[in-house]
């Protein structure tokens, strides 16, 4: 049976008691009262003179004789408070220990609960007598009446409780006292308010070190059974036989392809599958169909790079849309490096792992302090935390991006959600913003005392708490450090960043003068254009030509973004998942005969028992005419296609769509188009070119200015842009989607783009070995160590097989084969700091030229 709680009246709540709260919080709560006196509340007969005394009397007013029952030197009277959650029918009592003194702190209490707690005392042994030999004491309390019998239940007999020394608990009049715990958002908001202001104060006080957690039963079962599967693997008992099973269980599910994939390449196609796989029925595509053309595009991507190995360099030149510096300021790069490890700071586990951190960081002596922090997120609560530090007058609040599961339904409520600003002015501005990150980011804001209206009908998944007291106050906390003369940075990596875009909107819409600066890494789509463009801070000289201005907000937030070559998360939104989904339907006529040719060279390597690779299959040969036809993509001119021909409506199936005229059409489906030529096309569609488009969709972009770091010809190099970036405005297939938003790939980002730029005019990388002269012969192509097939070791020798296995050396720029590649070190002589491929041949040599600077050997 569910127990409905009581939440009493504003008068009941009112009622005055000898009981006062001088401290409540969500688990606990400090009670105060003055000390009680049993005589004020009796008269008393002089034994002496035998005058009738008034109550309230200490002495006899005759003759000045002490009352029997008054207090002595070595005289105690003991308290103790019993309370119980108000409310429950059967809700029995809870007991505080007793004590002498008149405060007594409550633990272990509900969050958010109404409670009524009564207090009652009982008199020293040696006062009980004097007083019992006076006569008195007249009746008592019951002390030990349970909760029926005060409901008027059938629990209720009365029963007298004595303690070991044989005295009774009598309840004191007017004690009762009803008071209601914070919720978990409330108790967090007075800790953080509290703490700021003390640190303002210069009273700053450290959070308590982590108490040992006790190793229970479930622990140590958990650990000895994961210990004997990593024995089990090692030893090889069960190891084959489980890899057997896991394998049948792809096929079972995912068919042949699950097996020739390898495992960085399923996680791209994972992830992508996930993201484009909720509108794939409105193109008519399969699952199959999203996995497969996920595959296969990223080869098709690749093949492009391959033929035009400066391909990223020409895309990130200047005059090219949304390029605003082909080589960016180093300054705001540095500036994006020393706050990228704020970000990381809020993923340590504990409050004291963070301070450990901000010991010595960003260097000894800087002194930033932990103002607040949740090490924990729940649905639309993301974990943060508030540093500062007095002596460079900054406050930095770090946002945690996606750790937990409750996170990625933060992430997942991806519509757009049209949302209102002020910005200093009396008529609100509507703008377009993530749903869900708007959400993160009022709670971080909110104080509790206002609740934006939701319509729940329309917002199901929004079945958080609501209430008013909802809110981490964080709005509070930044502005009145702000309004102390500190400087507001907000910083976060993924989630984080989003949410801290739209928090800074939030609080420069309630603070009128206020100035913050956004660093956020692999950063999320979040914002309209129109908001994207106004978020460019200080850089006014940077924005659009004719862009439209947002009122009121002026320069006061300026939002930095970094994002890494080819990041999933930065190109995500439902309108690039579209585009993604029509890519795959409009490239099918060609990956899907590669798809064939592969998994039939699949199934023979399999009857040969997966006989070893050998070189020796192919060396210098030309490819069979046949093998471009079954599915090859074409080098010749593009079949004519007009843009202003595409459409892009209705929900029915492709077969069903070309009888009816309601097909998701974007291109035509015999069309030979290659990646950047289908990119134009559904991009014409999208702009809304054909009549019966009835709507050009809205779309979510990157806030203010982004650094995409590329990669040309090993180097790196970070180049400044903005939303218009074609680069950004798709979801680009690549083998390292999924890890260039990894936090360790973006930390040596800042050192690399460095050392490029500290080269200068030596900077001179090898060029590349292009595959136009292996495919413009018909060639294969070969490796330039070992000069055979570079797919030899792969399955099969289709196009997509070749693409895969291709691979260029670092230091010498050639094609390569895998098994000729294995060798990884860092280039400094050209800015490469971190290990990267090298054929053998330059390996060899590299060590060659070290040995010899040390000499260790002479080079010949």
Known sequence: RFKVRHVPEQDEMAVESVLEITRVDAQGVVLEWAPWRINCERGFDCAACTFKNQRGNTHCEICGIRRPDDFGPNDLIY?????????????????????TACVQELTGLDSHTV??????????????????????????????????????????????????????????????????????DQSGRVETIDRVRAFLDGNHTPFPEDSLVPDTVTDKATRVGENLLTAAGLVGVGGKWASLARNAYKIQK??????????????MVVALSSYVGGVAKEFGLSSMDITLGSYYMLWDVKLEKLQTPDLDRDEHMEGK???????????????????????????????????????????????????????????????????????????????????EADDLITDFVCELEESEFHFSTDTPQTYQVHAGMLRAARWLAKTGQSQPAIDQSSHPHRDVDLRPDAGAGLGDALIELYRNGYQIKITGHSLGAGVGTLLALILADREPEIVIDVYGYGSPACVDERLAEALKGTFA??????????????????????????????????????????DIKASKPRWKPLFEQDKGAFKDKAKTLWAPAQRGKIRAAKRAVSDRSKGGRSDGPASELDPSDLVYEGEEEAADADAQGQGMDLVEADSELGP??????????????????AKPPERLVLAGLT???????????????????AGLRRIIASDSLVSDHWMKKIHVVF?????????????????????????????????????????????????AVEVRATHHCFSCGRIVCTRCSMERCPLPELGILNPVRVCDVCYSRLNLEADAALGACSAP
């Not at 995912?254 to 996680?267: F, W, Y």
């Not at 006061?556 to 998360?569: I, S």
């Open 79 to 99: 308290y103790q408070i019993r309370f119980f959650r108000a409310g429950r029918s059967l809700e029995p009592w809870r007991y505080a220990s007793a004590t």
């Open 115 to 184: 409670y009524e707690a009564h207090l009652r005392y009982r008199l020293s042994e040696a006062h009980a007598a004097r007083a019992a030999s006076a006569n008195n004491l007249e009746g008592s309390e019951d002390e030990g009446a349970s909760k029926g019998s005060r409901a008027g239940g059938a629990l209720g007999f009365l029963r007298r409780r004595r303690d070991k020394s044989g005295t009774q608990w009598v309840e004191i009049p007017g004690s009762v006292l009803r008071f209601s715990t914070l919720s978990d």
């Open 254 to 267: 995912s068919g042949l392809t699950s097996l020739m994939l390898r495992e960085d390449i399923q996680k």
């Open 321 to 403: 849309p949304g390029v605003l510096q082909a080589e960016m300021d180093l300054d705001i790069l540095d500036r994006m490096g020393q706050h990228f490890g704020f970000s990381q700071i809020c993923y340590r586990a504990t409050a004291a792992e963070m301070q450990w951190v901000l010991h010595r960081f960003p260097s000894a002596g800087d002194e930033y302090k932990l103002l607040a922090c949740r090490d924990r997120s729940e649905k639309f609560r993301p974990a943060f935390s508030l540093m500062a530090s007095a002596k460079h007058q900054t406050a930095v609040l770090a946002i945690r991006g996606t750790k």
């Open 541 to 582: 000289h940077l924005r659009v030509p004719g862009a439209e201005p947002v009122p009121g907000l002026g320069s006061r937030v300026c939002v930095y973004n970094l994002v890494y070559r080819d990041d999933l998360v930065s190109r995500l939104s439902l309108f690039n998942a579209r585009l993604f989904a029509a």
């Open 676 to 693: 950047s030529e289908v990119h134009e096309a559904v991009d014409a569609a999208a702009a809304g070119k054909k009549g019966r488009f």
């Open 707 to 725: 650094a995409h770091v590329y990669t040309w010809r090993g180097t790196q190099h970070a180049t400044l842009i903005d939303h218009r970036f």
């Open 751 to 799: 050192r690399n783009v460095r050392a490029v730029r500290a080269l200068g005019d030596g900077l001179n990388p090898p060029v590349w070995q292009s595959v136009v002269d292996h495919r413009s012969q018909g060639m294969y192509v070969n490796c330039g160590v070992c000069n055979y097939f570079v797919g030899w070791m792969h399955t099969g020798e289709s196009e």
